[in-house]
């Protein structure tokens, strides 16, 4: 598993983005499983407190990935952590997205009731709101509640990408900064380009 992560020292907790698991109803990596619960130990005022696996995929879409290639955790056994499902579409309906928000920039003198149509039906607000509430919630998990944070995603790892750099900018003024964007970036790339290659 590689894990791409930063620390909060302020906070004695970690925002950490992940690959995806083994596929499988059965399949588990032993190594996996003891590098996260060593994960979950480093708070020393938080070390019983379960780590936190923050999936954004839906519910529903992580058990169907269970048994094709992406893979999902097997919650019996990481029974000590809380897992939690924020329900980010996948790129693929991020793509289609775009395209119609691109369509709705596009039209010739719209009024602005068909402008505002267009643009609730794109769904593209819909999906930037579900990114930013779900870089909220871990900004609050590691910051109010002190708790490390893992982050997955399928379909490669921008949705984790983007909602890991955006809590730490909603987390410390220095992400803010040239110098913190740029530390950001190193420690979760986003391929820019992917929402509007062809699909």
């Not at 794109?122 to 590691?142: C, E, N, P, Q, R």
């Not at 984790?160 to 220095?174: E, I, M, R, T, W």
């Amino acid at each position: 598993m590689q894990i791409n992560y930063i620390g909060f020292l302020c906070y004695k907790a970690t925002i950490m983005r992940c690959s995806q698991p083994l596929s499988g109803f059965s399949a588990h990596c032993l190594e996996d499983e003891q590098l996260l619960h060593c994960i979950r130990k480093t708070n020393p005022t938080h070390s019983s407190a379960p780590l936190c696996i923050v999936d954004t995929r839906p519910a529903v879409n992580s058990a169907v990935c269970r048994v094709t290639v992406t893979g999902s955790e097997n919650a019996n056994i990481y029974s000590d952590f809380k897992f939690v499902f924020l329900s980010i579409e996948n790129i693929h309906v991020m793509r289609d997205s775009l395209h119609k928000l691109v369509e709705v920039c596009e039209l010739r003198e719209p009024s602005v009731e068909e402008f505002l149509a267009a643009l609730q039906s794109s769904g593209w607000l819909k999906h930037i709101k579900s990114i930013v509430d779900t870089s909220a919630f871990i900004a609050t998990t590691v910051g109010d509640e002190g708790v490390s944070v893992l982050v997955q995603c399928s379909d490669g790892g921008d949705i984790a990408a983007q909602v890991c750099s955006l809590a730490s900018l909603l987390l410390d003024p220095f992400y803010r900064t040239p110098t913190g964007d740029a530390a950001v970036s190193v420690r979760f790339p986003v391929q820019r380009a992917v929402l509007v290659s062809s699909p």
